[in-house]
């Protein structure tokens, strides 16, 4: 418990300690926010290994050297490359990924999850709460220890039920071998070239959904934060002067 300066004793300072909260993420949560962090980033690294070998982007069945395309990159084409071991470790992070995720998924339909702590409630969708809490934003003011708020809560869902199953769907469009077995991935997307930009796409808003969760994190206190996400309690830095 924290100690506070008492109403009896006045000029007796306060100690500021470190007081824990009722547990903030469950188990697995936290173990599967971990494991998703560590595919995330061997999906990124090897993603950007294979696009160095063809930073080129088209539409519909196949494209390539000396066909049109509907964005070129700056970057430099390396054939060969490092697009042989980043090809192999991109399909094991996925694998990890399509697992994990599908444990979280599972885990928290069963325990209520995401209604009880991602849902937005009615109350918070209108115009006037949502406005309000994207202001703060922009003003960069300090989160408080209270859930998440409604943009956060939308980030989450979105990033959970809409980009990762995008970003999976796309990328198992682009494999012959799972493209053998069910042919609607890609003719769904138009094309194995139409998955690929798309997979680009979605990977890209899944990278700016990172940088500003480091961003908030870093902004609410980051080891506090971290923290949490490790232990599951997260220390609240509280202080009363007489």
């Known amino acids: 418990m924290a100690t506070v300066g008492s109403a009896y004793l006045p000029g007796l300072a306060s100690r500021i300690s470190d007081v824990p909260d009722s547990p903030r993420h469950s188990a697995i949560v936290r173990t599967t926010h971990w494991i998703n962090t560590l595919s995330f980033f061997g999906l990124l690294v090897s993603g950007f290994a294979i696009l160095l070998a063809h930073p080129r982007f088209y539409w519909g069945e196949a494209g390539g050297m000396g066909t049109p395309s509907i964005l070129d990159l700056p970057l430099p084409f390396m054939k060969g490359g490092p697009s042989g071991w980043g090809r192999n470790l991109h399909f094991l992070s996925a694998w990890v990924c399509v697992l994990n995720g599908s444990l979280y998924l599972l885990s928290g339909l069963l325990t209520r999850h995401f209604r009880s702590n991602l849902v937005p409630a009615k109350a ?9 809490v994207a202001w703060n934003h922009l003003r960069l003011k300090r989160p408080g220890v209270e859930n998440y708020n409604v943009l956060q809560k939308l980030a989450y869902l979105g990033v959970v039920f809409i980009l990762f199953p995008l970003l ?8 012959p071998a799972i493209v053998s077995v069910f042919p609607g991935l890609v003719t769904g997307l138009g094309g194995q070239e139409s998955a690929r930009t798309l997979h680009f796409f979605v990977a890209d808003f899944l990278v700016l959904f990172f940088v500003v969760h480091i961003a908030m994190v870093c902004l609410a206190g980051f080891w506090n934060r971290v923290r949490s ?10 202080g009363v002067h007489t």
């Open 124 to 132: 918070d969708l209108t115009w006037r709460s949502v406005s309000r």
């Open 168 to 175: 999976l769907w796309t990328g198992f469009a682009m494999s």
């Open 229 to 238: 996400m490790i232990v599951g309690q997260s220390a609240a830095r509280e």
